[in-house]
């Protein structure tokens, strides 16, 4: 638990980091948070019972499946890492509001629900708080397909009388519209074609899932998706989740920032290309495998520039971490933030272990210093969080990280997998 009330006293878990370490080792990745998150609640799209391996042990996957069972999925976990779904018999299409208000994917259970039952209700989606966060586009996409949207007094109420397949152009690249609107189309009558689409992999894993299950979809991972409507769907199916790109992104820059030598196994090099070409540039080496990338790093980081862009651009959700590479980086470097408004929050937690970053809002300007010192921190956002994980084992001396559970929600067995590559991190319990 990472948080509780206890008499008056509130408990807070920490994670303690010892620094001054560098990485070395191998590690594995777990399946794509943002991969799981969409495939759950494709599921309902279903009337069979699906199987999916590969699924991270993560706090967003755990109250996701809650929810799917509160609207009738029956659910068992055979392994740690592999789930039973059976949507055969859906008894509601509302989503408890509180539940579906703890993380940001749950919108999905939106395009899913409106898919099988023509109705669906959640609560407004939470999440990191990275600035305003619209749904106008998943919205504007269910509205072509013929169903009526109303956002009022904290949820958000989706019906249609029948869905019928139309184009939808998105006015911005969308990660979240481009599956929800797959989701609410996979059933609908006739083609909808979506049209700036965003090209993730987790998009295209999408895809590959519904289409396994028997939807008719083509084009994922370009900019035009066509999702040619289908009666049914009604298939008992086994499925694993694509490798986390962000989190093999994560242990490649933690192998940069601490000067390591990591090879990150289970994934796929290729979702990393524009990451790889980065640490190049700032004097890493990187050899690439079929499945894994080994990653080593001599020095500190030469300086460099970051422009965060929809796929297959540079990672908004790999941007704190990098900025930790930069901010001991050789030299001044800039990262400009074209997704988020408020993605910058943990350079202020950055500086307080010495690192100089001046936020300006949608950049920030980063002059290397030589090191890092220890210091009590938070995590103020998911990414954010590991990004200070990162800087703990590199600072000198000892880092407390409070706010764990944005960390929790997103990464599988964070500080085990740290510790088993060399860092010296521990999480306690303490009274706040
Ligand atoms: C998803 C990911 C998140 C990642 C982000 C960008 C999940 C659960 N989350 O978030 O980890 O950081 O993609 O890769 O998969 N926008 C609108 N209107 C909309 C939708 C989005 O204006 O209807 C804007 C957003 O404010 C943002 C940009 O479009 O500026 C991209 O957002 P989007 O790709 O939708 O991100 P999320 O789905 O929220």
């Known amino acids: ?34 991969a799981v998150l969409a495939l759950l609640p494709a599921t309902l799209l279903n009337e069979g019972v699906c199987t999916i391996n590969n699924i991270p042990n993560i706090s967003d996957v755990k109250i996701l499946c809650s929810i799917l069972q509160e609207l009738g999925a029956v659910i068992t976990w055979p392994t740690p890492n592999e789930i039973t779904i059976d949507t055969r018999h859906l008894i509601s299409h509302e989503a408890p509001l509180e539940m ?39 919205i504007k996409g269910f509205e072509a397909l013929g169903a009526k949207v109303e956002v009022t007094q904290g949820k958000i109420v989706a019906k249609a009388k029948k869905l019928i397949g139309n184009p939808v152009y998105l006015d911005i690249v969308s990660v979240g519209a481009t599956i929800n609107i797959m989701l609410a189309s996979v059933l609908a009558e006739g083609t909808t074609v979506i049209d700036n689409a965003a090209k993730e992999p987790h998009v295209v894993d999408v895809a590959n899932f519904l289409n396994t299950m ?43 920032a601490t000067r ?37 790093m001599k020095d500190r980081p030469n300086k460099a520039i970051i422009k965060t862009q929809p796929y297959p651009g540079f990672p908004t959700d790999l941007q704190p971490q990098i900025g930790v590479c930069l901010a001991i980086s050789n030299g001044t470097s800039i990262i400009n933030e074209s997704i988020f408004e408020s993605r910058f929050q943990y ?43 990162i800087a703990g084992i590199v600072a000198n001396g000892e880092t407390k990280l409070s706010n764990l559970n944005h960390i929790d929600r997103g990464y599988e067995n964070i500080e085990e997998k ?10 306690i319990t303490e009274e706040d």
């Not at 991972?221 to 086994?238: A, E, F, H, M, R």
């Not at 970053?357 to 980063?366: E, L, P, R, T, V």
């Not at 740290?418 to 999480?427: E, M, P, Q, S, T």
């Open 260 to 296: 390591g030598d990591l090879v990150i196994k289970n994934c796929i090099p290729e979702h990393l290309d524009c990451l790889t070409a980065k640490i190049i540039e700032m004097g890493g080496n990187v050899e690439i495998e079929d499945d894994s990338i080994h990653v080593w």
């Open 1 to 34: 638990m990472e948080f509780c009330k206890f008499m008056g006293v509130i408990i807070l878990d920490k994670l303690v980091i010892k620094g001054g370490t560098r990485l070395k080792g191998e590690v594995s990745i777990s399946g794509a948070k943002n």
């Open 347 to 389: 350079t202020a937690e950055l500086n307080k272990m010495g690192a100089k970053i001046i936020d300006q809002g949608k950049s920030a300007i980063f002059e290397g210093v030589k090191e890092l010192y220890g210091s009590s921190v938070e995590a103020t956002d998911l990414r954010a969080g590991a990004a200070l994980i």
């Open 418 to 427: 740290f510790r088993k590559i060399g860092a010296n991190i521990v999480r």
């Open 100 to 138: 579906t208000s703890k993380f940001r994917a749950s919108y999905y259970l939106l395009g899913s629900l409106l898919g099988r039952c023509h109705a669906a209700t959640i609560g407004l989606p939470g999440g990191c708080n990275l600035g305003p966060r619209p749904i106008d586009q998943h």
């Open 214 to 256: 028997g939807a008719d979809i083509r084009g994922a991972g370009t900019d035009i998706i066509k999702i040619n409507g289908v009666k049914k769907l009604q298939s008992n199916v086994t499925y694993s989740v694509v490798p986390d790109q962000i989190e093999a992104g994560t242990f490649m820059l933690a192998a940069v």
